[in-house]
């Protein structure tokens, strides 16, 4: 099982219905349409997921 990168759904790879790679990793999609918006931007659904290190979001540091 494999998660949607941009829907953050379930997909089954392999009946995913769409896959990219990027950066060496396979990511699987519900839809074309997830698909599309992952690799116009793939940094934008990768960088705060399945890196390990779970930091990202609303993070900030607190100056002043
Ligand atoms: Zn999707």
């Not at 699987?28 to 990768?46: I, L, N, R």
Request: proline share 3%.
């Amino acid at each position: 099982m494999a998660i949607d990168p941009v829907c953050k759904m379930n997909v089954n790879a392999e009946k995913a219905a769409a896959k990219a790679e990027y950066a060496g990793q396979t990511y699987y999609f519900c839809c074309a349409a997830c698909q599309k918006t992952f690799t116009a931007q793939p940094e934008k659904y990768v960088s705060s997921a399945a890196r390990g290190h779970a930091t990202g979001g609303t993070h900030h540091h607190g100056h002043g």
